[in-house]
């Protein structure tokens, strides 16, 4: 544990942020669990009691300040319930969030953006083992300094707003796309990017919002989509 937070030390982090942190989490860990990085929020005016996420090698944990400081509050959700999670960078810092398999969405935002970059690596790493358990003993969760990333990048929010041109965000299973046959509808989401993607799951909240699709809809679009990211 003491050579990851060296790491971690290494990358702007406070120190004595860092070290509460782990102090709190110290009888909290479970036997055979370490953790593997740990982002905290830096906000453009002074954080005095930031939020901080905390990733293991079993689960992800929200770390949030309560009463002032003096105490703490723990989330935590395991691995085996977490279906995605995504890094969107904007002027002042990046979001992380993650999706359970319990359809919950949690964002952790203002992280600095090469904190929340390591913090997806991991991620994407942990999620990787599940679906692959036969190479796990192949692949370190180690979050290496010079190592690449690969997310999705929004410069600015997309907020809810109203549809007035339901033509450009109908999803291919509506009107005149119910003509074509499913192995087309994959074949078409598997060539989308990850930009395009999440742009999809974007338009389909939308529909979900404006009341055009029904919440069962909405999930069945974003379980399909999110099988391709």
Do not use: H
């Amino acid at each position: 544990m003491i050579d990851n937070l060296k790491k971690i030390l290494n990358e702007d982090q406070d120190p004595k942020a860092i070290e509460k942190i782990t102090a709190k989490l110290e009888n909290l860990l479970m036997s055979n669990e370490e953790i593997g990085y740990i982002a905290v929020q830096k906000k453009p005016a002074v954080t005095i009691l930031p939020d901080s996420i905390v990733v293991t090698n079993k689960r992800i944990i929200l770390c949030k300040p309560k009463n002032f400081g003096l105490s703490m509050e723990f989330v935590d959700y395991d691995w085996d319930d977490i279906e995605s999670s995504f890094v969107k960078e904007g002027i002042l810092g990046a979001d992380f969030t993650f999706n359970t398999k319990s359809d919950l969405t949690l964002t952790i935002d203002y992280l600095p953006k090469n904190q929340a970059r390591k913090l997806y690596t991991f991620a994407k790493e942990q999620l990787d083992l599940l679906k692959n358990p036969k190479t796990a003993s192949s692949i370190t969760t180690e979050v290496k300094p010079d190592e690449k990333v690969v997310y999705t990048e929004v410069i600015e929010e997309v907020a809810t707003e109203e549809v007035t041109n339901f033509a450009e965000i109908m999803p291919a299973t509506f009107e005149d796309s119910q003509l074509d046959t499913t192995a087309s509808t994959e074949r078409k989401l598997s060539e989308l990017s990850q930009d395009e993607l999440f742009e999809k799951l974007q338009n389909y909240k939308k529909l979900l919002d404006n009341g055009l699709i029904l919440q069962g809809e909405y999930d069945n679009l974003k379980k399909e989509v999110l099988s391709y990211m």
